[in-house]
C-alpha cells in the first residue's frame, strides 16, 4: 500500500511558478511509475505529466510541455512537478498518481493504482 500526500499549492499570479511536492510511504516508491493529473472545476481530470521509476523518463501533456517540469528524488521519496509561467486556465485541483506496474507510460487515470487527496493551485489573470 502506498499513501500520497501532495504539498506546494497556492495562490499565485500569471506569468508567476509554483513548485508542487508529493510525498509517499512505501519502501516500493523507486519501483513505481509516478505521475501528476488535474482537475479543473466542472472538468474531467486529466494527465499532466510522468516519470519513470526507470530512467526517469518523462512525459507531458501539450498544454504544459516547456513550461512544467517532472521530476523525482527516490531517497526521499518525493515526486515534484515545477510550474513556470502559469497561465489562468492551469488553475485546478493537482493530484500525483502513483502505477506500481511501472512499464509502459500510462496516461489514463484508469492506469494508476494510488492517489493523493490533491492540493489546490489557482492562477489569477
Known amino acids: 500500500q502506498v499513501q500520497l500526500v501532495e504539498s506546494g499549492g497556492g495562490l499565485v499570479q500569471a506569468g508567476g511558478s509554483l513548485r508542487l511536492s508529493c510525498a509517499a510511504s512505501g519502501r516500493t516508491f523507486s519501483s513505481y511509475n509516478m505521475a501528476w493529473f488535474r482537475q479543473a472545476p466542472g472538468k474531467e481530470r486529466e494527465f499532466v505529466a510522468v516519470?519513470?521509476?526507470?530512467?526517469?523518463?518523462?512525459y507531458y501533456a501539450d498544454s504544459v510541455k516547456g513550461r512544467f517540469t517532472i521530476s523525482r528524488d527516490n531517497a526521499k521519496n518525493t515526486v515534484y512537478l515545477r510550474m513556470n509561467s502559469l497561465k489562468p486556465e492551469d488553475t485546478a485541483v493537482y493530484y500525483c498518481a502513483a502505477d506500481r506496474r511501472g512499464g509502459v507510460i500510462q496516461t489514463m487515470r484508469h492506469g494508476y493504482d494510488y492517489w493523493g487527496q490533491g492540493t489546490q493551485v489557482t492562477v489569477s489573470s
Open positions: 516519470i519513470t521509476w526507470s530512467l526517469g523518463r518523462t
